[in-house]
């Protein structure tokens, strides 16, 4: 019988690489319909289309280099390194409970889970429509053939999370708060760190420029003015989980990670 493998799918959508590659085509093909027909505005239109076309070709290029860059099952294995290099900074007691927010296809819930045997992981996201190969069924069809039992998951949002203060002896997150959008990112890492326990740790990893997060040193100055026992912001783009080209090519450019004990 063959052995049941993870399938973690890949943080750049298969959609998001052939959807850009379309749509590159069909605008080739719009600049060269219309240079050749008799439209008298075809002068402006066309390279309007033909511009289009090269920068959807461009993001399609990207898009296909980073998916290739991400796979669990490439060279590289960027997201391996990443997953296994969070949960390194998680140590959970027996008995403890860690969350890991916006968990995808549950590959950092299931490597804390398999870390930290004794304790108990649970896994939230929204599984909205962005990323389709992500679900709940992924999640638990991927603990299973890790042969972790000691992981949960459940429907939740980073922006209201259904807990009680203090619920959780770590929380963990990776490239979670940068996708949403319209909201004021530093109260929904408030909403993460509300449901850490007093001394659990906290480790987590996304996209913090400072035109999404703000001055996230700032941030970090507040909390452990509050009484956070030790906070860190390491740019992880410095030979630690890429190097600086790498991080720029993939456009992970300002990938930090904050981490510490509450
Ligand atoms: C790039 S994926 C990362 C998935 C996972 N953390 C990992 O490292 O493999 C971003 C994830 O954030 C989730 N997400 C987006 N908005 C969310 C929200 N408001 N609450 C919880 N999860 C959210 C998406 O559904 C998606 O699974």
Not at 22 to 34: D, E, F, I, K, M
Not at 110 to 129: E, F, S, Y
Not at 174 to 182: D, L, R
Request: charged fraction near 20%; proline fraction near 3%; hydrophobic fraction near 40%.
């Amino acid at each position: 019988m063959s052995k049941v493998t993870a399938n973690y799918g890949n943080w750049m959508p298969e959609e998001m690489v052939y959807g850009a590659a379309a749509g590159s085509a069909v605008l080739a093909a719009a600049a060269l319909g219309v240079s050749l027909s008799g439209n008298r505005y075809r002068r402006i239109f066309a390279p309007i289309a033909a511009g289009s076309a090269a920068a959807c070709g461009a993001y399609a290029l990207y898009s296909a280099i980073a998916r290739a860059a991400f796979s669990y099952d490439g060279k590289r294995k960027l997201s391996r390194d990443i997953i296994d290099g969070i949960a390194g900074y998680v140590t959970l007691p027996d008995g403890g409970r860690g969350l890991d927010v916006g968990c995808g296809s549950g590959a950092l819930t299931i490597a804390c889970a398999k870390k930290n045997p004794r304790a108990q992981m649970l896994g939230i996201d929204t599984w909205g429509p962005e990323y389709q190969a992500f679900s709940r069924i992924v999640c638990e069809k991927n603990a299973a053939a890790e042969g972790v039992t000691n992981a949960r998951f459940e429907k939740g949002n980073a922006c209201h999370l259904d807990y009680p203060d203090e619920s959780f002896d770590c929380v963990v997150s990776n490239y979670v708060y940068h996708n949403i959008v319209g909201k004021d990112r530093r109260k929904i890492l408030r909403e993460s760190l509300r449901v850490l326990k007093k001394g659990g740790t906290f480790a987590i990893h996304d996209l913090m420029s400072k035109g999404r997060f703000g001055d996230m040193h700032a941030f970090a100055d507040s909390l452990q003015a509050e009484g956070y026992q030790e906070v860190h912001l390491t740019d992880t783009t410095k030979q630690f989980f890429h190097s600086p080209a790498e991080a720029r090519l993939l456009m992970l450019g300002s990938s930090t990670l904050l981490w510490g004990t509450k």
